[in-house]
């Protein structure tokens, strides 16, 4: 039986009729029509469907979309300020973090909770953040200059 | 049957609907998990329970902390009681899954998961934490070493709900760590865990405690390590007899994690380094939380 839920997706409300198990990701992606973020392992391990979740980072394959109801939901999509990239998006270009960019969504996610919390994290505090976050293209050297980079330009 | 999902406000509310059939969900971080890894199909009748407002917090007492349900790892992790004196618990969510299964799963989850792998169950057992239980017929308190009857099973029965766990508070000069084996630092299940509690008195251990994870169908306390550590003064040789106790106490499986000869050999690795970093935390030393990665490189910096 579907159930009646208003999604707030970046700061918009979706009026949208979900069944039970739909998760967060697929209610996003297929019902909203937002594609940023990915499916990558469907079951938590690669951190591609990362969203935030009343500001907290959440693997969203695997949260059921009803229990976001009334909540604010931001992906990728919502980072940036209109055209203006936040200066983690822009760090990522220029340290070269993106490679094939399917792990990029749930990283900037990740790393962009991980920031509210650590302003100014170490090297190895920002791997172990995003250790929950795979690049298939293995390219963590770029994505991790970058955290610390966007952590230094927004000190 | 018809596909439900129900959002409980109050805990009447939730035991309501578990009494007709449904299941609870918090942050959804094991049931959803299993659910896609194939484990058991997600239930047709779901209650949600993560927006009662009186299973949240963590309250400090003289007699001990009172943990809700909902508390999260996260939440565990901030609280400066919880990192002083709970010192292994700590240890425990701090490295459960990632930071956004921290900021999402409760510690209510992961004790009614009952896995054998789960953080934790270890350090809440060797703090004689109890579960307490509410249904329509009352509520009752259930030490957490009668709680597990096996891998992913409780002595709860299904219309009961978890509210919260009670930890008595330890006696002074008690030190405790959580140690795991890992593969990868987040989204990790233990390999291999061990928690270790020890209070001093003068230069010798008055009281110990080690439980095993991932090493036996459910967790448990291995009396037989607690036995060696109880009256010896902490030395290497002490720990090293501790250590093989607590392996010769496991009784590991073969899975895709490890081969069960393999979690024995590394049972008294890790068993080694849980204790000698409860007994430095005991001592007043400082061991980073969580104390697995800091072992690695071994207590003080020098290599193990």
């Given at each position: 039986?579907?159930?009646?839920?208003?999604?707030?997706?970046?700061?918009?409300?979706?009026?949208?009729?979900?069944?039970?198990?739909?998760?967060?990701?697929?209610?996003?992606?297929?019902?909203?029509?937002?594609?940023?973020?990915?499916?990558?392992?469907?079951?938590?391990?690669?951190?591609?469907c990362?969203?935030?979740?009343?500001?907290?980072?959440?693997?969203?394959?695997?949260?059921?979309?009803?229990?976001?109801?009334?909540?604010?939901?931001?992906?990728?999509?919502?980072?940036?300020?209109?055209?203006?990239?936040?200066?983690?998006?822009?760090?990522?270009?220029?340290?070269?973090?993106?490679?094939?960019?399917?792990?990029?969504?749930?990283?900037?996610?990740?790393?962009?909770?991980l920031?509210?919390?650590?302003?100014?994290?170490?090297?190895?505090?920002?791997?172990?953040?995003?250790?929950?976050?795979?690049?298939?293209?293995?390219?963590?050297?770029?994505?991790?200059?970058?955290?610390?980079?966007?952590?230094?330009?927004?000190? | 049957?018809?596909?439900?999902?129900?959002?409980?406000?109050?805990?009447?509310?939730?035991?309501?609907?578990?009494?007709?059939?449904?299941?609870?969900?918090?942050?959804?971080?094991?049931?959803?998990?299993?659910?896609?890894?194939?484990?058991?199909?997600?239930?047709?009748?779901?209650?949600?329970?993560?927006?009662?407002?009186?299973?949240?917090?963590?309250?400090?007492?003289?007699?001990?902390?009172?943990?809700?349900?909902?508390?999260?790892?996260?939440?565990?992790?901030?609280?400066?009681?919880?990192?002083?004196?709970?010192?292994?618990?700590?240890?425990?969510?701090?490295?459960?899954?990632?930071?956004?299964?921290?900021?999402?799963?409760?510690?209510?989850?992961?004790?009614?998961?009952?896995?054998?792998?789960?953080?934790?169950?270890?350090?809440?057992?060797?703090?004689?934490?109890?579960?307490?239980?509410?249904?329509?017929?009352?509520?009752?308190?259930?030490?957490?070493?009668?709680?597990?009857?096996?891998?992913?099973?409780?002595?709860?029965?299904?219309?009961e709900?978890?509210?919260?766990?009670?930890?008595?508070?330890p006696?002074?000069?008690?030190?405790?760590?959580?140690?795991?084996l890992?593969y990868?630092?987040?989204?990790?299940?233990?390999?291999?865990?061990?928690?270790?509690?020890?209070?001093?008195?003068?230069?010798?251990i008055?009281?110990?405690?080690?439980?095993?994870?991932?090493?036996?169908?459910?967790?448990?306390?291995?009396?037989?390590?607690?036995?060696?550590?109880?009256?010896?003064?902490?030395?290497?040789?002490?720990?090293?007899?501790?250590?093989?106790?607590?392996?010769?106490?496991?009784?590991?499986?073969?899975?895709?994690?490890?081969?069960?000869?393999?979690?024995?050999?590394?049972?008294?690795?890790?068993?080694?380094?849980?204790?000698?970093a409860?007994?430095?935390?005991?001592?007043?030393?400082?061991?980073?939380?969580?104390?697995?990665?800091?072992t690695?490189?071994?207590?003080?910096?020098?290599?193990?």
């Amino acid at each position: 039986m579907k159930t009646a839920a208003t999604l707030t997706v970046n700061g918009a409300a979706y009026p949208v009729e979900l069944d039970p198990h739909l998760s967060l990701l697929d209610a996003v992606r297929d019902l909203i029509g937002l594609t940023g973020s990915k499916e990558g392992c469907d079951d938590s391990e690669c951190g591609a469907c990362m969203m935030l979740l009343d500001g907290k980072p959440v693997n969203s394959c695997s949260y059921l979309a009803l229990q976001a109801d009334g909540r604010d939901v931001t992906t990728v999509e919502g980072l940036a300020e209109g055209d203006e990239l936040t200066p983690l998006q822009r760090a990522l270009l220029e340290h070269g973090g993106v490679q094939c960019g399917f792990c990029t969504p749930g990283m900037l996610i990740s790393a962009t909770a991980l920031l509210r919390e650590h302003p100014d994290p170490s090297e190895e505090d920002v791997r172990i953040a995003l250790s929950g976050n795979l690049c298939r293209c293995t390219g963590y050297d770029g994505i991790v200059r970058a955290v610390r980079s966007a952590a230094r330009s927004s000190a | 049957m018809t596909r439900t999902f129900t959002t409980a406000a109050t805990v009447e509310d939730a035991i309501e609907a578990l009494g007709s059939g449904a299941r609870p969900i918090a942050g959804g971080t094991d049931l959803v998990v299993g659910a896609r890894q194939g484990k058991a199909s997600l239930p047709e009748a779901i209650v949600a329970i993560d927006r009662i407002a009186s299973l949240g917090g963590i309250v400090e007492g003289e007699d001990g902390l009172r943990l809700g349900a909902l508390v999260t790892h996260e939440e565990i992790v901030a609280n400066d009681v919880v990192r002083a004196r709970f010192t292994a618990l700590a240890d425990a969510s701090a490295i459960v899954g990632s930071h956004a299964t921290r900021a999402h799963g409760t510690i209510g989850g992961n004790v009614m998961n009952a896995s054998p792998a789960m953080d934790t169950g270890g350090p809440l057992l060797c703090f004689d934490a109890s579960a307490r239980i509410r249904s329509t017929w009352g509520e009752r308190e259930v030490p957490l070493d009668q709680l597990w009857t096996g891998p992913g099973t409780t002595a709860v029965d299904p219309r009961e709900l978890l509210v919260g766990i009670d930890v008595p508070a330890p006696i002074p000069a008690t030190g405790s760590s959580y140690v795991r084996l890992e593969y990868r630092r987040q989204m990790e299940i233990a390999v291999v865990g061990v928690t270790a509690v020890v209070r001093l008195d003068g230069g010798s251990i008055a009281d110990a405690r080690v439980a095993i994870t991932a090493l036996a169908p459910t967790i448990r306390r291995v009396p037989d390590a607690e036995a060696v550590l109880i009256g010896s003064d902490g030395a290497a040789d002490g720990i090293a007899a501790a250590a093989r106790a607590t392996a010769a106490g496991s009784s590991p499986i073969d899975d895709v994690r490890g081969s069960a000869a393999y979690r024995a050999a590394m049972a008294e690795v890790i068993a080694g380094r849980a204790i000698s970093a409860a007994l430095a935390r005991a001592r007043g030393e400082h061991v980073e939380i969580p104390a697995s990665s800091s072992t690695y490189a071994g207590l003080g910096g020098a290599r193990a």
